[in-house]
Each structure stands twice: as structure tokens, then as C-alpha cells.
């Protein structure tokens, strides 16, 4: 598993990520096209480092004031929970895997020791599970909706 430092990267501007859409091995679409509404308090982007200073991942997390049920999932969370929105290593250190996703969610789960922590799988079911991070049953049991990964802090 990667040592990597978290750096938290403010939007400075409206309608422009705070994220180098030029950086090499990172999908700009995935950066640019989320902050194309005006500056949002709630947003925690970030970007992970390697020793070398070099970033080697980002994720977009998101404070919730008050929880509500997303997406129809059927499922109840405090309301203050954080969710990890995106979550992109940088694509030379995605294949072969390299455990820089797994140190990413770490790095999370330590920025937030007191948070419940969530994620909708955009088809990463089997990352999520290896984090460790429960999968919640949908009430309304519809697989053609995101799964839903819940790290509690009971």
C-alpha cells in the first residue's frame, strides 16, 4: 500500500474545479463537468500526493447537513454524514493494482474519524467491499440502482 499525504484544494473560482484539468492520467471530464455550478460550501475536494509530491489520486467528498434518503435506497444514516462522490487514481497506478484506492479511503476515513462515511458504487462493488465498508441492502431491492458502501462509527 502507497504513503500518500491528503491536501484539501479549495474551489477559488465559480463554474471552475479546483483540480489541473491538463494533469496527466486523469479524466478532466470527471473534474471539470462536477463544478460547473457555482461554488458549493458542502464540496471537500481533494488531492492525494505521493512521497515525491506527485499527485497520485483525487476525490470529491461531500458534507451532508442533513441526511436524506439518495437515490430511494430505503436506508437511514445519521444527518451528519460525509460522502466520497469520486474517488480517481491516477491512471498508471490503477493497472496493476497498487492498493492507492485502498490508501485513499484510509486517508478519508482519517480526515473524518467522526463521521459516518458513504459511497454510491459507480461500478467498483468489488473495491468497495475490500475496503471493509458495509454494503446495504436497498429496501426496494432495484440492482439496476448504485449499491450503497457505509463505513458507521458506532
Do not use: C
Not at 29 to 56: I, K, L, M, V
Not at 58 to 79: C, I, K, M, Q, Y
Amino acid at each position: 500500500m502507497q504513503m500518500l499525504a491528503a491536501r484539501f484544494v479549495p474551489q477559488e473560482q465559480d463554474y471552475v474545479s479546483p483540480f489541473d484539468g491538463r494533469a496527466h492520467g486523469f479524466r478532466p471530464g470527471w473534474w471539470e463537468d462536477y463544478f460547473q455550478n457555482s461554488r458549493n460550501r458542502y464540496h471537500r475536494p481533494y488531492s492525494f500526493t505521493d512521497h515525491t509530491g506527485a499527485e497520485a489520486a483525487r476525490a470529491l467528498l461531500r458534507e451532508w447537513a442533513g441526511f436524506s434518503d439518495l437515490e430511494g435506497a430505503g436506508v437511514s444514516l445519521p444527518s451528519q454524514a460525509v460522502s466520497v462522490d469520486f474517488i480517481e487514481v491516477r491512471e498508471d497506478l490503477y493497472r496493476p493494482r497498487r492498493g492507492v484506492g485502498t490508501s485513499v479511503v484510509r486517508l478519508i476515513e482519517a480526515l473524518y474519524p467522526n463521521d459516518t462515511l458513504f459511497a454510491f458504487s459507480e461500478e467498483a462493488d468489488e473495491f468497495w467491499v475490500s475496503t471493509g465498508w458495509e454494503l446495504m441492502p436497498r429496501a426496494d431491492k432495484d440492482r439496476r440502482m448504485r449499491s450503497l458502501f457505509v463505513l458507521r462509527r458506532d
